[in-house]
């Protein structure tokens, strides 16, 4: 994750690395000027809302050549979407697709669950320096020159993932000597200078690294201990300082939530919470729209990057399918399937005859049904201004457990598709509604089963194990809010609420009380195998999606790409934050 390149003019030509066992792509460079200077590392939707009009983000369809991306970009006159805009959608009609179409076993009975919250252990076996050590595959990024520590090449300052991984190289050293003389431990030529630090920089290792040693002390149930070094930790962090500050603020929150639970002590801000959490589900909130979320959506990458691509790579596997039939785990607001809308309007040699959208909504009922109500409502009459044959098709399920192939309304004549855009990390703490949903997809067998998830390991046994994934992951999108977040009143909402909330199920819960849980694409290779699925490649085009829609944001110069498999890895300063992978059965 740490060799980041700059690239001059690239094309899009895959050379096979055959001694690779992952089989990354690399990339030459020879066309497409435009992606000149586009970083490379090889190694949570929308609707009604009254300022909706700045997620119009002017992306153009292009259709044969990506080279061409300027001369084919729509202009805000053109005639077929802005010489009458329909008044609901005024605010569709400059989020273009850059579109590039070309031609292109039985399941296992018993298996064990993705998780089994009844083995959750509440402390670790792994000792925290051994994670550190193996965490990211070092610290190869802060090896120091004659005991100095430079900033990455290009930054004119470290990020927030770069000060943790400081920290965790002075914690690691520091307690690998901690039994060594005084004058051996000054004498160490690396974790211990401060050199090419500026003086807010040396707070922040050194915060960070009081943050680990309390999670080391909460590992080992020494909670008095934990408790000095959180009285230090908390008057030196804050949720309004910089980004080393704010989410060391959370993270140590969520410790004293632990500590004060394991001793079954109740403090005012701990009681607080508990009231809170019922009211509070991030799952369910999600799923509709507040001002915080669109600025979310509208100045982060991430999401729409997915989106993009997903959708890049959904259009490539139905290019001559007639009628298209999608079934969306998660459909929230629906933006994508007017994204795909504009792209199946576009099509000259295939037009499509019919659109069918098939949402499986679960979860509270009586709330749920009327937002994807709403949400069918707008997709048809978006469709109806296209033009283009459109159905809209809901499965109610009080339960996952409920849901059944007949449910669904399949015609033999159309191409069936799934696309799962952060529906299943939800599902897997319900490793039986998982199973449901994987076994009813099984048995109607679509063409192409596209999925987005979020790459990160939140689902360890371990404490500390679990505590320190989690801090460099949350660590890179406080950075990034710190860099593209426009408005601080969102970000701190959005920091408080949604991602505080977070950080105190992962850190402070055990069992089925921690919910907020992640696992990496590994995880959900072996996991997909049982259900004899198989990896395929993402098109160089759905790649190039990617590239050019990081390209539209103006922080989108430190998004990084890379591949694992055949899966593309969306990340922030080579810290990993999402995937897109596609998938078919055998």
Request: glycine share 4%; hydrophobic share 35%.
């Amino acid at each position: 994750m740490e060799n980041l390149c700059n690239f001059g003019d690239l094309s899009f030509n895959i050379v096979e690395d055959k001694l690779s066992s992952s089989n990354d792509i690399f990339w030459e460079t020879n066309k497409l000027s435009e992606m000149k200077n586009v970083k490379f590392s090889v190694e949570e939707d929308l609707g009604d809302y009254n300022g909706i009009e700045s997620l119009c983000s002017n992306f153009g369809f292009f259709q044969d050549d990506p080279s061409q991306e300027d001369e084919l970009l729509l202009s805000t006159d053109q005639q077929k979407y802005h010489q009458q805009p329909y008044q609901d959608y005024e605010s569709f009609d400059n989020l273009h697709f850059d579109m590039v179409q070309f031609d292109e076993q039985q399941c296992p009975t018993k298996n064990p669950p993705l998780c089994d919250t009844k083995k959750d252990q509440q402390f670790y076996q792994t000792p925290p320096i051994e994670i550190l050590k193996n965490y990211g595959k070092g610290f190869k990024r802060l090896s120091p020159d004659e005991g100095k520590i430079h900033h990455p090449e290009n930054e004119s300052k470290l990020s927030t993932e770069d000060i943790m991984k400081i920290a965790g190289t002075r914690f690691i050293q520091s307690s690998s000597l901690s039994e060594s003389a005084s004058g051996l431990i000054l004498d160490h030529p690396f974790g211990f200078s401060f050199s090419g630090l500026s003086d807010e920089e040396k707070e922040d290792v050194s915060l960070a690294e009081s943050l680990l040693a309390c999670a080391e002390k909460v590992g080992y149930q020494q909670y008095e201990r934990a408790r000095k070094l959180l009285l230090q930790i908390e008057s030196l962090s804050s949720k309004t300082g910089n980004p080393v500050k704010r989410v060391v603020h959370y993270f140590a929150e969520a410790l004293r939530q632990r500590i004060d639970k394991e001793t079954g002590r109740v403090s005012v801000s701990t009681n607080n919470m508990k009231k809170m959490g019922p009211l509070f589900d991030p799952q369910e909130v999600t799923k509709d729209l507040n001002p915080a979320l669109v600025a979310f959506f509208q100045d982060l990458p991430f999401c729409k990057i997915s989106m993009f691509t997903c959708v890049q790579t959904l259009i490539e596997n139905v290019t001559n399918a007639k009628k298209i039939h999608v079934i969306d785990l998660e459909i929230r607001k629906g933006l994508q399937w007017t994204i795909l809308m504009q792209a199946l309007q576009s099509r000259n040699k295939c037009p499509v005859e019919l659109l069918k959208i098939t949402a499986i909504v679960t979860g509270n009922i009586e709330t749920l049904k009327n937002i994807v109500e709403d949400t069918g409502k707008r997709l048809k009459d978006f469709a109806r201004y296209l033009n283009i044959p459109f159905l809209f098709d809901t499965i109610i399920v009080s339960d996952l457990l409920h849901l059944r192939e007949d449910l669904f309304k399949i015609d033999s004549e159309e191409t069936v598709a799934v696309y799962s855009q952060f529906a299943l990390q939800s599902k897997i703490q319900q490793s039986d509604q998982l199973e449901t949903i994987m076994r009813v997809v099984r048995t109607i067998n679509p063409k192409v089963m596209v999925v987005a998830e979020i790459e990160a390991n939140h689902n360890s046994k371990s404490f500390v194990n679990r505590f320190i994934e989690a801090l460099f992951y949350f660590s890179a999108f406080f950075d990034c809010f710190e860099d593209c977040m426009k408005d601080d009143e969102n970000r701190m909402i959005l920091e408080s609420k949604y991602f505080g909330h977070g950080i105190r199920n992962m850190v402070a819960e055990e069992g089925a009380e921690r919910k907020s849980r992640n696992v990496k694409i590994d995880v959900w290779r072996a996991f997909f195998a049982r259900f004899g699925m198989v990896e395929t490649e993402l098109s160089m085009m759905s790649l190039y999606q990617a590239e050019l829609m990081a390209k539209r944001f103006p922080c989108g110069i430190s998004c990084t790409f890379d591949m694992n498999g055949h899966c593309l890895l969306v990340g922030w300063k080579g810290t990993p934050i999402n995937s897109v992978s596609v998938w078919k059965f055998i």
